[in-house]
């Protein structure tokens, strides 16, 4: 498990960070979470599903058909997809939550990636946060952001009971091996909603994310082959 340290100018400012060259990191994540901003390139290669989280549902990555398996990482730790969910594009940084509920950019110091000598700086000469640290807390602030909106969409399909469990086989390795825990979208009640419920729908944003997840469904089977 990775140790999230908040940055701050007494901690870091005599250290140095290296960016990752490897998704080792990534390697035990069967799930990726992902936002709704990201669905329309996800789908273009990634299976996409929903799960259920505190009672509420979120649209992940399928990336693996056992639990602590990642296909899509290579053994020497190339990412094997044409797209990387946004959730792995900021490591070795994330948002950690404070105890008054404020969000801090914070560092996995398990990562091997901080250093005294070698890599980018924290912080500029002025005490300032660097250029590029800057630029992964803006990221990281919209990709939360969009969470926010994502878990909005999500009530409302399931407000719309437009969620349903989905068990899937995948032949891999070792032959069938079932996926149990994932949820799709239930196309017979979609195509039965009344007209005022689709409009709802379009109103919170919520069909690109509903036909993101159909269409993805096509990419199961890359699961097999990834497996075998």
């Not at 990336?63 to 990387?84: D, K, M, S």
Request: charged share 15%.
């Amino acid at each position: 498990m990775p140790t999230f340290q908040a940055i701050s100018s007494t901690t870091h400012a005599d250290k140095r960070w290296k960016r990752y060259d490897s998704y080792a990191f990534a390697a035990h994540d069967a799930l990726a979470p992902l936002v709704a901003q990201e669905l329309p390139r996800a789908v273009l290669h990634l299976p996409i599903a929903f799960v259920a989280q505190d009672g509420q549902f979120t649209p992940v990555a399928v990336l693996g058909i056992q639990p602590g398996q990642n296909l899509f990482v290579a053994p020497e730790g190339r990412w094997l997809a044409a797209y990387t969910p946004a959730a792995y594009r900021a490591y070795p940084f994330a948002l950690a939550n404070l105890p008054d509920g404020q969000q801090v950019l914070a560092f996995d110091t398990d990562s091997g990636l901080l250093t005294e000598g070698e890599g980018e700086p924290f912080f500029d000469a002025d005490g300032r946060p660097a250029q590029a640290v800057q630029n992964i807390l803006g990221f990281l602030t919209q990709v939360q952001a969009n969470r926010e909106l994502t878990q909005r969409i999500c009530k409302a399909l399931a407000d719309h009971q437009l969620l349903q469990a989905w068990p899937i086989t995948v032949n891999g390795d070792g032959g069938e091996r079932q996926v149990e825990g994932l949820y799709r979208i239930d196309e017979a009640a979609l195509n039965a909603l009344a007209a005022e419920s689709l409009k709802a729908l379009q109103e919170a944003g919520a069909l690109p994310t509903v036909y993101s997840q159909l269409l993805s469904m096509q990419h199961l089977p890359l699961l097999g082959q990834l497996a075998q």
